[in-house]
């Protein structure tokens, strides 16, 4: 049986949690498997590929301001490289 889809309220919900995950990740400097995590959140990929920039920034920012986190590289577009969301 099929799920119901998703209200717009709770597709924002999970759209806020996905995001505020993503950035404390890359905020941290840990690799990402973008892909993988698009794959993953379909109903939110859109949304959230428009957001990765942004998200981004925010923890090249965050990184900027506390010399304490870690330097790696923010985004990894391999996949097989680490674990997604």
């Keep these: 049986?099929?799920?119901?889809?998703?209200s717009d309220e709770a597709l924002d919900a999970a759209l806020a949690v996905l995001a505020e995950?993503?950035?404390a990740r890359?905020?941290?400097?840990?690799t990402l498997a973008v892909?993988?995590?698009l794959e993953r959140?379909?109903?939110?990929?859109?949304?959230?590929?428009?957001?990765?920039?942004?998200?981004r920034r925010l923890?090249?920012?965050?990184?900027?301001?506390?010399?304490?986190?870690?330097?790696?590289?923010?985004i990894d577009p391999d996949p097989r490289t680490t674990s997604g969301l």
């Design 1 to 6: 049986m099929n799920e119901p889809p998703l």
């Design 21 to 23: 995950q993503i950035t």
């Design 26 to 30: 890359l905020q941290e400097g840990e």
């Design 35 to 37: 892909d993988a995590i």
């Design 41 to 55: 959140h379909p109903a939110q990929a859109g949304a959230l590929r428009a957001m990765l920039p942004t998200l």
């Design 59 to 74: 923890a090249e920012l965050t990184r900027a301001v506390d010399p304490k986190l870690n330097r790696r590289r923010l």
